[in-house]
């Protein structure tokens, strides 16, 4: 997948075109994604994503910037899964938000990307206060020779899939809904740093991850895989504040990894979380806290057997 880091004109015969800021990459934005690269192989052109490195809310309105639901080398690396042939990244300046919608279409769209059709989804809106929207670009597509398809939203029992709605069900610690709406676990990446070595004193070594996610699921234990270079592991994550210890010390979050015996500090790995075990509790005493841990493995194993994380993937 080629990456285009600054807007400019385009060789070639053109391309399939849709806009937007795609958090998350979710089961909706994956069925644009379908359309569009059903129509570039009809035209025999690049299927092209434009996104933002920032939600354009940072420059419009601070205050309103939601929290991302994905990093950006997530974003990217589900777009290349999902069939994307290029992506062009655009830093969402206020001179970008200035451009009037139909000097967009004709030089940014038309002239220099040279676009061939439009995939959009459903409410679309671009150019200066959002006067932009699907009808212009059909109007304008006649006159300039490309065309455009709108996409309907995905629905769900939950409603309509948005990364809105997943933000709020990420945060509620709802992984199982949010699995099946983002179309892949959520994850989390971080550095192993130290912690006070507690967990090795009691006989449960965790490694303790320092993540600029900017959003962590509540506090709880939850089933995880974790991804650690080329190797895969099941292992349990505990998010909170550790009052069985510390009465309600710092926020940490805590990885255990059964069977783990290399050296994790200043590694980075990556957490995806399956599924919500159990809140944060207060144990009474350190082995209470040990037989609970074990329930918790043996509710895990069948969500592991599930998605085949066992014994196969953790030798």
Sequence with gaps: MRRHTRLKSQPGKGRVLTLGVFDGVHIGHAVIFKTLIQKARQLGVPAAVMTFYEHPHKTLAPDKRPPRLANQEQ???????LGIDEVF???????FAAILAEDFIRRILVKWLKV????????????????????LLKKMGKALG????????????????????????????EMEKARM?????????????HGDGRGSKIGLPTANIKTLHEIVPQPGTYAVVVRLGG??????????????????????????????????????????????LRGE?????????????EKDWARAQKLWTKHRVGNTIMQ
């Design 75 to 81: 974003c990217l690396a589900r777009m290349r899964t």
């Design 89 to 95: 990244l655009v830093r969402f300046s206020r001179t």
């Design 116 to 135: 061939r059709h439009v995939v959009i989804g459903k409410d679309f809106i671009f150019g200066r206060h959002g006067h932009g929207n699907a009808a």
């Design 146 to 173: 490309f065309g455009v398809t709108e996409v309907n939203p995905i629905r769900r029992r939950q409603g309509v899939v948005s990364s809105s709605a997943l933000r709020r069900m990420v945060a509620a610690g």
């Design 181 to 193: 709406l983002l179309g892949w676990p959520y994850t989390l990446h971080g550095k192993v740093v």
């Design 231 to 276: 190797i895969t592991r099941p292992g349990l994550c505990h998010i909170g504040k550790r009052p069985t210890f510390h009465k309600w010390g710092p926020q940490t979050i805590e990885v255990h990894i059964p069977g783990w015996r290399g050296k994790l500090y200043g590694r980075y790995m990556a957490v995806e979380f399956l599924a919500r």
């Design 281 to 293: 509790q207060i144990f009474v005493c350190a082995g209470a806290l040990l037989k609970q841990v």
